[in-house]
């Protein structure tokens, strides 16, 4: 039985539970403080264990900020108001300081899964780089840095070594890329051109493909980016680097823009869940959003690749790859800077 | 928002300036405001509009060595003017010669026709040592009062901002400092008056006056809590320089407490307090406070720990 996440369910258009494993639906609430989000969701699970015979839903509630006498009037409440035959279909997980506790005992199946549940749910959530269509378009963006930067052809060792793919998902990768591929005698490959169908499908995908996270301030007072690099800096990360308008900037200082609104950030973690707790040093006040109408200070975007590519900077900075920044540019919808930027390169100049 | 019946709106300005002008001007430099309308003063002060909710205005008397002189001077000087001793239910009267120090009103007065506000005069500990709080007498024509001093009072002496009046407000900073120490944990303690009808714990009045500080800081200067811990550690250094690292040890003991989820009630009465006076402008919600505290912690807190290793 496999653990699917963001599911649809044929009985409840317009919803996507956050994880599925055969009957039982998981819905993850991290770092809940608001009670009445706590009402809706019981509710709403409530709803999907009615809305088929052997459906059960489970709540997963992460680090939740609210006291636990008041997580328990939460669920004797709703017991009060449920029919008895769907609340026993429900139960309540609470992960608090590493502990789990579970109301009532899961059965096992769905208490082994609860680690894949939560870390499948994180943000900006970890695409395996196994799968093949993260993998194409792993090497379809080495294979444009490498001819953004003039730096010839690669060997196909070197693409599977870098984007941490198997021989097939690479030769795979490649041969959907052939049309727009020079192969040489000694095996390596380049890039005739910039490929712009494949761009604009990986475009449509990037949010996901590249688990992008977005941060917003919950104090009042956001903090400028410029406050949040400076204290990046301090950190000294080695798997963080910065991407977007700065990170543009840096491959192509005249990029035409005034200001910066937000933050990007690449986070390299190949193969892993990603580890936002460096979130909290730059700022405590932010927090994770999936609300698009919501300015975000900061913008995580994942390198899930075997190695991130990232260019040493100075004064405790590493810059993201230019594609990367390319990406960065184009999530932000400052479509003109994009080109521009894209533009700026040699290569895309017709040099080579 | 409606004021409670003690709790008035005052303009830090109006007040600090008709508090210099009743001040002989020898004593001016032994006054250093402290409390809500030195914070007024320094975040508000530019702006005349702006004002603050207080009913007391704590001068604190220094160095110590001229704090009595001072405070009996000051107080004689008031008296002329007009002053009238601060009556309450406990002292409805001046202390005598016979009343024991730890009996003495503390040395509270009115400004002539106006029963806005009132003064209230204190002063530092005698030494790094002395934290517990201290009765110290003070005659004058009207009686005799207490000039109290406890606890990490010293703390709001180091470097003080001089205003335009000739006296000096203490430090943001230093005030919140002061307060984190007094407070390495919430205790039981409550308010003597009420704030906007609910009774308060006193570490939840000061701890949110920590967190209303730090949240005006950062709204007047990016970055500000940066500056913090050196300031910290320097002041400490000099007012307590036998045992300044153990003091740094229970800096953020308080704060962190009151942020536990656990302690919401807590962080709830500090949001009153905050909303009902130094943030009345812009009432914070709990997760406002919560993510200040945070970034004081993160800005201030431990930073000036690490200074301490």
Not at chain 1, 188 to 204: D, G, H, K, M, Y
Not at chain 2, 94 to 105: D, F, I
Not at chain 2, 178 to 198: C, F, K, V, W, Y
């Amino acid at each position: 039985m496999t653990l699917r996440f963001e599911c649809r369910l044929d009985d409840l258009p317009g919803f996507r539970a956050d994880a599925v494993l055969g009957n039982t639906v998981f819905e993850v609430l991290k770092d809940l403080r608001d009670a009445r989000r706590l009402r809706t969701t019981l509710l709403e699970m409530a709803r999907i264990a009615a809305g088929a015979e052997k459906r059960r839903g489970v709540l997963v509630l992460d680090n939740p900020r609210i006291t636990e006498s008041r997580l328990r009037e939460e669920w004797e409440g709703a017991a009060s108001v449920i029919r008895p035959d769907i609340f026993r279909k429900l139960s309540l997980v609470i992960r608090q300081a590493g502990q789990i506790s579970e109301n009532p005992p899961l059965p096992a199946r769905e208490h082994n899964a609860l680690e894949d549940v939560l870390s499948g749910t994180c943000p900006g959530r970890t695409v395996r780089p196994t799968r093949g269509s993260e993998a194409f378009y792993d090497v379809l963006r080495l294979l444009i840095h490498q001819w953004l930067l003039g730096r010839g052809p690669v060997a196909i060792k070197w693409l599977m070594e870098t984007a941490g793919a198997s021989h097939p998902t690479v030769s795979n990768a490649l041969r959907r890329l052939d049309h727009c591929l020079t192969r040489h005698s000694d095996r390596r490959v380049e890039l005739r051109f910039f490929p712009r169908e494949e761009w604009v499908r990986l475009l449509a995908v990037s949010d996901k493909a590249r688990g992008t996270a977005r941060f917003a301030d919950r104090s009042g007072q956001a903090r400028s980016p410029e406050s949040l690099l400076r204290r990046l800096q301090k950190l000294q990360r080695s798997d963080v680097a910065v991407g977007g308008i700065w990170g543009a900037k840096h491959y192509y200082p005249p990029l035409d823009i005034v200001g910066n609104p937000r933050l990007d950030l690449s986070l390299h973690c190949p193969g892993k869940t990603p580890d936002f707790s460096f979130i909290e040093r730059l700022d405590p006040a932010l927090a994770h959003t999936e609300r698009r109408d919501e300015p975000a200070s900061l913008v995580v975007h994942l390198v899930q690749r075997a190695k991130a590519l990232f260019e040493p900077g100075e004064e405790g900075i590493q810059w993201a790859d230019p594609v990367e920044c390319l990406l960065d540019l184009h999530e932000a919808r400052l479509e003109p800077q994009a080109l521009e930027f894209l533009n700026s390169f040699h290569a895309t100049k017709g040099g080579r | 928002m409606p004021a409670d019946k003690l709790t008035k709106l005052v303009s830090p300005r109006a007040v600090l300036k008709q508090i210099a002008t009743a001040i002989p001007t020898g004593c001016r430099e032994n006054i250093i405001v402290i409390g809500s309308l030195a914070a007024g003063f320094r975040f508000f002060g530019n702006d005349p509009k702006l004002y603050v909710l207080t009913k007391d205005v704590d001068c604190l008397l220094s160095p110590r060595v001229e704090a009595i002189a001072a405070g009996q001077a000051v107080a004689e000087s008031l008296f002329e003017a007009k002053w009238r001793y601060h009556p309450t239910d406990e002292f409805p009267a001046p202390g005598t010669a016979k009343t024991k120090e730890n009996s003495l009103p503390v040395a509270r007065l009115d400004p002539p026709e106006s029963t806005d506000w009132f003064i209230e005069l204190l002063t530092v500990p005698e030494s790094e040592n002395d934290l517990d709080q201290r009765q110290n007498r003070i005659e004058t024509s009207q009686g005799h009062f207490s000039l109290c001093s406890f606890g990490f009072l010293s703390l709001c002496e180091y470097k003080p901002l001089m205003t335009e009046f000739g006296i000096a407000v203490a430090r943001p900073e230093m005030m919140a400092l002061a307060n984190l120490l007094h407070h390495p944990e919430i205790g039981a303690q409550t308010m003597s008056g009420l704030i906007q009808d609910r009774r308060i714990k006193r570490s939840n009045k000061d701890l949110g006056r920590v967190l209303a500080l730090a949240w005006l800081s950062e709204a007047s200067e990016t970055d500000a809590l940066l500056g913090w811990p050196a300031l910290w550690r320097d002041g400490l250094q000099t007012k307590f320089p036998s045992h300044w690292r153990n003091l740094v040890r229970r800096v953020g003991a308080g704060l962190r407490q009151l942020l536990e989820p656990e302690n919401e009630p807590d962080l709830e009465e500090a949001r009153h307090t905050c909303e009902f006076g130094l943030l009345a402008s812009k009432p914070p919600t709990l997760e406002v406070l919560r993510v200040t505290g945070k970034r004081l912690l993160v800005d201030a807190v431990e930073p000036l720990e690490r200074l301490a290793l």
